[in-house]
């Protein structure tokens, strides 16, 4: 980020400077004092647990000479400059939307109930291997993050990929006049945060809260292949429409693809084009997050070989769909997150993969904020898993009904939480299994690695 003044941040902010020297100015903002560098904004955020106006002193310790405070009858550090504002969450926003208004440059939103994540580093990745791009990282995906992510704009970068998360309705909207896209993506509507929203309407309601900024000239990038998201071609709306999918008449079309140990090869048709892709992950569902990566590397005037670079160069994040080796055991760790689409999915890859190997072993957990609907969803995905593995792990209190849906297809395991999920994979893994672990975050079945490290000795 380029240096913003004192006399700007009162005038974004419509703050007061309560102590401190206008000349003053800083080249980035941060919330948690641990990672304040020299010149950093300190941003203290009333939290439900933690309030940040506790740890101004510290922020000042490992360099911030400027903060923002809600709260005035507080005592700074008398040569650190503190600006009052109303609402410091507010104030941030604020930045931070100036920040990205200083850069005329194409963004791009996505957001979705599976893959998002997935499509914002594919999409960058291809993206980057013509324009310097900026993307979202690690989780800052939410009302606090994507202000971050905009911080760190500067006049380098030709473009910018944003991920918006959302476990609410009218969460996407507090953060996306910050972001202002040029083309928005949604990747499916499924049943993620149903246990909040109630029913996939619903979701789809606030899914589409990221095409709220849309001009006339901004496009709405969807799976025409989605039930709620095909809607969108039908409607009356004020900017463009463009899908992407493997079903029926779209703008970027898998016209066929074969999913197997190699991963994917996908013959995929945009406008007058048509050329075949490779990508080193299987799976259908990495077909529709291939398809949008590639249509956009097309729309930004990409060749053939500079898109099929960028699928190369791919690599998930932490915990999404990481495949490695430990000893002559094979592990599909994604274990971040999980809903039944995305649960289908990996067991997909499971299935995929293992033709190689001696057995087929799912340690599958907990899907969380199913509500109502989270019996049924964990017993069909137990039935899912009959054909796809030859173990199941079930773990935590719905995962008893996933070994019940599973029905005896193969051996069952059922556990009470990750660690004796480690314990029992300790005991039954073999040289020439493949292990998949899948389960909502809260389980933290990435504990599972450590044990399966010990038993693959």
Known sequence: MESISIDEILHITRGELLQGKRSMAITNVAIDSRKIKNNDLYVPIIGETNNGHDYISQAFLNGSKVCLTEEKNRSFPAAMAVIYVTSTLAAMKALAGFNRQRYKIPVIAITGSSGKTTTKD????????????????????????????????????????????????????????????????????????????????????????????????????????????????????????????????????????????AGLQINVKWANRNGDFTFKYPGKHNVYNCLVAIGLGYFYEMTHSEIQKGLDAFVPSGNRMDIFTIGQIKVINDSYNANPDAMRASLDVLGTLGNGYQRKIAVLGDMLEMGEYGPAAHLE?????????????????????????????????????????????KEIVRPQDIILIKASRGIGLERVIDFIKEGGR
């Open 122 to 261: 594919l999409v960058a990745a291809v993206l980057s291997q013509k324009y310097h791009t900026l993307k979202t990282e690690g989780n800052f995906n939410n009302e606090y993050g994507i202000p971050q992510t905009l911080f760190n704009l500067t006049a380098d970068h030709q473009l910018a990929v944003i991920e918006m998360g959302m476990d609410h309705p009218g969460e996407i909207s507090k953060s996306i006049q910050l972001v202002e896209p040029d083309i928005s993506v949604i990747t499916n509507v499924g049943l993620s945060h149903i246990e909040r929203l109630k029913t996939q309407e619903n979701i789809y309601q606030a899914k589409k809260e990221i095409l709220e900024t849309l001009t006339s000239e901004g496009i709405a990038y969807v799976n025409g292949d989605d039930e709620f998201l095909k809607k969108i071609k039908t409607e009356q709306t004020s900017f463009q429409v463009r899908t992407f999918g493997l079903q029926g008449d779209h703008t970027v079309k898998a016209l066929n693809y074969t999913s197997s140990q």
């Open 381 to 425: 995905v137990g039935s899912y898993a009959k054909d796809k593995a030859d173990i199941l792990i079930g773990v935590g209190k719905l995962g008893r009904l996933i070994c019940q849906g599973y029905e005896n297809a193969g051996l069952v395991y059922q556990v009470s939480d990750a660690l004796s999920a480690g314990a029992c994979l």
